[in-house]
């Protein structure tokens, strides 16, 4: 039992990572990759603004808030002016900005090449068979609770409608006078956020680390293959998946296999199920 | 005019000439030293310190007159901690920058520039590396001023045995220093008569090492760490956050200040490591210790390897200075014959000098102790227990190998 939810931990934190990634696939339609970036930069500016003395939820929040604007920043500098030069120039780019961002962060990186965000979440107690901290519950309910509005978000409000107009056909909505660039400004703003969120989460499981966003990009890409890069909700879904299988396997396996689980997954899904577990694709072409 | 001018410019030609071969003093080659470390990286603390005494043991040099008439001079490249950043420098301290010698690297670099050092006939000085490797692969062009880690796994073992008799060992993949000592620790532990509870290997690559923790300490409240600083200080978060307590026995990899620095102290008296045990009285320690306060404003930390890295300059220094040249082969030859016995016992470079210039061998008697080469280029090493306290660690005594655990 105890596996199966530090699984849970580690899904929900993938679930909200991957979440942002695939909502920039669903509207940009390419992969990118300098997600997994912005989840360092959460992750850095919440120790930044916690050594400043903000308390840590007022920390995380605002870190979240400033990826998020870093990454609408770079989508208007770099991947807006690129949407009509193909979506292979949008991927290799985002490559580009990948890198950028590492070389930027180790550049400016001071003091050793870890940074633990010295919160304290009190002592683990016992929930049933399972050891808990406050600080884990707190994470898990963070992310299901990022989900759950991201959920509302796009289901309740104009601008989700909007959303989901511009990602079924942007052509259609422009015509119908949806304001693309500041819906495509506000997915942006959402997904980077997440990826800044995912990072703070990580944070404050363990701590902050110069490789954190190459870790986790790979493993948001699995995430995303299995959920089906079209499905935002099986996205999620993956990724809570992922994090239980990766959790469970290393009971009976090594840890060291951990890559192999996650892409052994992968493999395993694109040779069943290419189009992704939960994609919708199968079944809309059947509705037709 | 024309033909007078050409006269006296032959002339004054002929006299500069003739003065330079005859009475001018040639210029003497300054003694182009490397030091390739890792300032950055997991081995960042001990590569911040060991350059700092480094450049002590240059100061001094220097001071008492350098090498063969020159100066010395520290060429400084960072490795990144790593065996890859390792050949990266080389290429350019070597091949670009033309050093005598290179000093400061770590095992995963030492051994990936084994064949490398011989071939280009530089001599590698090793302070603090630990790998098993080395205790036979080296005394070509690559010499250590430490134990290996076939001596500190069976001292960590000897320290944990008195503790308990059952363990499990975590160990961090990929680095010789941490496989090193911890395959020399299980087979030890367990002819002291101990248990290896759980012998956990996971890659530092891990986004989380909870899973590895909650088996660990399954398996026992005592636990082995191998892991390098950057891994260990992400495990070690996860352990105080989680609050697993038990007992931790830390590799040298992990006995730095920053550690002992962890959750206010919530590591003192709960966590066990070894590390190099010097002699306080000796004058070369003295010495040392005294210059390197001045310098850097503290005193050697009994973690730092900082007298190793010390040593290893000046026991270059000595060698290129009784070869007569700056040439690494001929250096090579030396480094054993200042350093061992038979000799006048010198624990300063200046008074090395003295007795070379007077025609007598010398054996240096450094601040990490005696530095007797064996065949292997290998020297013996005397290790401390320590303990974090108060931001630091402090030895709580000295010990001494039991070989009938190797």
Redesign the interface.
Known sequence: MQFIYFGLITGSVLAVAAAGFAMVRQLEGFLNIAHGQYLLLGGLFTAGFYKLGLNIFVAGFLASVAVGLVGVAIAWMVFFPLRYKGLLSQFFSSIGVAFVVYGLVLATWSGSGIKVIPADFGRPFDLGSISVTFGELMIIGVSWLTVLMLHFFLTKTTMGVWIRAVASNRELARVRSVPSDIVMSVVWFAASAMAGLAGVLVGLLGSVHSELGWQYILTILAVSVMGGVNNLYGVMAAGLILGLVVDLSSVFISSQYGTIVTFGAIILTLIIRPQGLFSMQKRNEAGQ | MIVFNKWKACVVAGGVAALSAIGAPAMAEDFKVGILTGL???Y??WGEAGLNAARVAAEEINAAGGVNGGVIELIVADNHSSAEGSVTGWRRLVEVRGVSAVAGLESGGAIALLDEAAASQVPIMCPACGTPKLATLGGDYVWRLTGGDDDLGVIMAQIALEKTKKIAVMTQ?GLEATEGISDVFIPSFGSGGGEIAAN????G????????L??AFGASEHVMIATD??VG??LL??YL???YGGTLYLIPELIAN?VAAFGNGALDGVAFGVSPSYDMENPAFVNFATAFNAKVGNDPSPAMYEPNYYDQIIVLALAAQAAGSNEGAAIRDQLANVSNAPGKVVYSFADGLVALNNGEEIAYYGASGAVDFNEFGNVNSFYGEVTPSEGGWVELRTVELDTNLR
């Open positions: 950055t990286g997991g960042g603390p993949l956990i290997r996971f890659s690559d891990l986004a989380s090492f909870r899973g590895e909650e088996r600083l950057e200080t992400r978060t996860e956050r989680r609050d920053e």
